[in-house]
């Protein structure tokens, strides 16, 4: 199964004046049913419990049930060292550094990341479209 790795903040949650980002009910149903989940956040170092209590605050029981199932990550100085670059993964971050991005390009594998920008409207739609998409094109082709 895909890896997804998830950001919080500008991701799941708006990264300004924090509240649910538009549509988020049903991305997360959406990620947590086509992808192994696992948190890739400064809310969670090796705990999902402390991201799931951060998100209490802004997403329904529903949610959050379906959250329970992210796995955690931890890393020293960069994202990329939580993220087995040799298995098939999309990373959503809302701002990458550029020391994170050179670290996938080297990996050659940059395009698997997917840069989120809630101030488009239905950000998290397009998103689960793209990575609907993205299963699909992985499907063996039945003839």
Known sequence: MTKLYLDIDGVL??????????????FVAFVTQHFACYWL??????????????LAAYLPASSLAQLGAVLPTTWDALKPEAIDLSADFYWLEDRPFQAEIACLEAAGVADRLLVVDLNTPEALRQLQETLRQA????????H
Request: glycine share 6%; net charge positive.
């Open 13 to 26: 949650l708006t990264a300004k004046h924090t509240r649910p980002a538009p549509g988020v009910e049903a």
């Open 41 to 54: 956040t400064t809310h969670c170092q090796g705990d999902q419990a402390t991201a799931l209590r951060y």
């Open 135 to 142: 299963l699909q094109n992985q499907q063996p082709k039945v």
